[in-house]
């Protein structure tokens, strides 16, 4: 709990996210952020993550800010690339080829995450990526 | 939350009526003056959880376009029988729902001047993991007098749920009602006003 601890802000709650990524280097939604609510936009960022690889390669994970939805959410801030992302994680590749792989950040793993205001969007370098998160809303 | 509980407001969930006490809900020219027999006590009302979704009804994925009108449910599982009072601290038990209480339908509690407020998780969590019980909203029911719904807005953008609970803890206040007004046999107020000071107020608000 010590680590969970760490992401107990006030005013903050959890949610958990799921993303399946189809193909190798496009843009996919892990989630949007309720920027319209009307009591206040929320705000968010990964507290940690489950990155599984079905094909055991080692896959590069890409974070930035933005909702793909909507041309009027808060401006996007990064870029699906390497270059321009926000955040970017390198799932670990299995020891033999065609055997899945499962790659786990917890909260310190991930604190160089930064603060999203759009929603977090994701590209994977490699297809059939999915990606468990658990997101921190405040 | 000034209009809810005048005195007696303290950190920890403590009864605001203990034998003996009188109570005076407002309005008062609907509801009046109460007394807690020293024949009762307060009686803990354990957690009863409550799901403004249903597993056929979910609320609709939260749009960029405007709240939508979420979902109300009319709150019968937190009346009381006849003579009493139910006090209660909600919170919210699934993440990304937002609640609003109204009592009685058209009424909306914790309303701001432009809007009325609603509370979730991060608040409610805050509370409970902080042993802040104060900032718990608060809603009083009086018998089934005094009918309480309770909207649910679901805050996801991605998706719609069919979690949206919404728990509840209280107590539950036996009660007797006093015509305060009463004159003695004397043709005097039986219960001049210093001895009808209340140890609380409250407001309930107005019968449906």
Avoid: C
């Avoid at chain 1, 930035?64 to 670990?92: C, K």
């Amino acid at each position: 709990m010590a680590a969970f601890d760490l992401y107990e802000e006030p005013f903050a709650m959890m949610v958990r996210k799921k993303v399946f990524v189809t193909s190798a280097n496009l843009n996919f939604q892990l989630t949007r952020l309720p920027w319209f609510w009307s009591q206040g936009p929320l705000s968010g960022r990964i507290t940690g993550m489950h990155i599984v690889n079905p094909s055991g390669l080692l896959v590069t994970v890409r974070f930035w800010d933005q909702d793909l939805t909507n041309g009027s959410a808060p401006p996007s801030r990064g870029s699906g690339s390497a270059q321009g992302s926000l955040f970017m994680v390198s799932a670990t590749a299995s020891g033999a080829s065609g055997t899945g792989q499962s790659s786990t950040f917890n909260v310190e793993q991930m604190k160089g995450f930064p603060e999203m205001y759009a929603g977090i969007a994701v590209q994977a370098s490699d297809v059939n990526v999915a990606i468990f998160a658990e997101v921190r809303l405040k | 939350m000034p209009e809810l509980t005048s005195i007696l407001w303290q950190r920890n969930f403590t009864p605001i009526l203990m034998p003996g006490r009188w109570i005076r809900i407002e309005p008062i020219s609907i509801w009046g003056f109460y007394v807690l027999p020293r024949s009762a006590t307060p009686e803990f009302l354990p957690p009863s959880i409550v799901n403004v979704a249903t597993t056929t009804t979910a609320l609709s994925a939260a749009q960029d376009t405007g709240e939508l009108s979420g979902r109300t449910v009319k709150m019968t599982n937190w009346d009381v029988q006849g003579g009493s009072l139910a006090h209660y601290r909600l919170w919210a038990v699934d993440a990304a729902v937002a609640f609003k209480i109204f009592q009685p339908s058209a009424r909306a509690k914790l309303d701001a001047k432009n809007i009325s407020l609603t509370f979730d998780k991060r608040l409610t969590d805050y509370a409970l993991k902080n042993d802040q019980l104060n900032l718990l909203p608060e809603v009083f029911t009086l018998e089934d007098q005094t009918q309480l719904f309770i909207q649910g807005f679901n805050m996801d953008p991605d998706a719609s749920t069919n979690e949206a609970r919404i728990g509840a803890v209280g107590w539950r206040y036996p009660l007797i009602k006093i015509n305060h007004r009463a004159l003695g046999p004397d043709g005097k107020p039986l219960y001049p006003p210093p001895n009808r000071i209340p140890a609380v107020t409250i407001h309930i608000g107005n019968k449906q």
